[in-house]
């Protein structure tokens, strides 16, 4: 059972940047495959990257590629999500999700309960 829960969320003007941070519970997180995810309104839920579990493998999504970057921290047991260069079309919940193996899909395990970014123009 793994417990995640996302901060670092905010308003910020386009062009800014955040650091979302998901932090987990649980003595296994270094053996989960961590994924970021986003939701903005009206829409359906999106993948925006994924991490293996010792870093080495990355993952994302087109619409993100050289603008975030998804790291890890196993002794803090934290992933996070650096946001730069911000879009208003980058508006949504995001969210963090565990699960045992590699994907770049939706299946994911456990999920945290999201952290609200709102990029203004």
């Known amino acids: 059972q793994v417990q995640l829960v996302e901060s670092g969320g905010g308003l910020v003007q386009a062009g800014g940047s955040l650091r979302l941070s998901c932090a987990a519970s649980?003595?296994?997180?270094?053996?989960?495959?961590m994924g970021w995810f986003r939701q903005a309104p009206g829409k359906e839920r999106e993948s925006v990257g994924a991490i293996s579990w010792d870093g080495g493998r990355k993952y994302y999504a087109d619409s993100v590629k050289g603008r975030f970057t998804i790291s890890r921290d196993n002794a803090k047991n934290t992933v996070y999500l650096q946001v730069n260069s911000l879009k208003p079309e980058d508006t949504a919940v995001y969210y963090c999700?565990?699960?045992?193996?590699?994907?770049?899909?939706?299946?994911?395990?456990?999920w945290g309960q999201g952290t609200q970014v709102t990029v203004s123009s």
């Open positions: 999700a565990a699960r045992s193996s590699w994907s770049t899909g939706f299946d994911y395990d456990y």
């Open positions: 649980g003595r296994t997180f270094s053996s989960y495959v």
